[in-house]
């Protein structure tokens, strides 16, 4: 069986090879998704891309690196972030970055992270930068009901890409064991 690009280079030990096989793919997927942000004139470029491009070419073996872990851990990052916002009232006030951070701030950011952990936690579905994209949302930073399907149509685009360019490479996401 023909083994893929990233686990010769892997086996070989070849560190520079590795590198920039990551490197690449990570740079070739954001510059996507930026572009069509460009082109929409929409947040399709986002702080917790990076760690998920980063986790599907750095670490493609990893359960966290999953296209279902990363689809499952946004949405749920972006539904507890949409929660925490309106449910502290934060929706119609500047974000924390702009405004300043407030007591409904912190309280909307630290529940939002907890509520993602405990789903993510729950349903056997690591996906750290889900952390990032739920303290997005529940910050305010990203808040209007465009840029929130933005950064879905955006997680879904670089997961699909992450996802076909290492299956094209050869690379397959990690097995399924331990999920129910």
């Not at 493609?60 to 929660?83: D, F, T, Y």
């Not at 006030?93 to 993602?116: C, D, E, K, Q, R």
């Not at 349903?123 to 529940?138: E, F, Q």
Request: hydrophobic share 50%.
């Amino acid at each position: 069986m023909k083994q893929s690009l990233h686990a010769r280079l892997t086996e070989s030990g070849s560190r520079p090879g590795t590198a920039l096989y990551a490197a690449v793919l990570s740079l070739v997927v954001l510059a996507a998704s930026g572009a069509i942000g460009l082109a929409l004139h929409a947040p399709w470029l986002f702080p917790s891309l990076g760690p998920t491009v980063m986790l599907f070419f750095e670490s493609p073996q990893e359960q966290s690196s999953r296209p279902s872990n990363a689809l499952i851990g946004h949405g749920a990052g972006l539904l507890a972030g949409i929660a925490c916002l309106y449910g502290f009232g934060l929706q119609d006030v500047p974000s924390a970055p702009s405004g300043g951070l407030t007591p409904a701030h912190l309280m909307a950011g630290a529940l939002s992270v907890a509520l993602t952990t405990l789903v993510l936690t729950w349903a056997r579905r690591p996906h750290p930068p889900a952390g990032a994209t739920t303290l997005i949302v529940s910050l305010g930073i990203l808040s209007s009901p465009a840029q929130l399907l933005s950064m879905a149509g955006a997680i879904i685009f670089i997961t699909v890409l992450g996802w076909g360019l290492n299956a094209l490479l050869g690379t397959k996401p990690a097995p399924a064991h331990g999920q129910d």
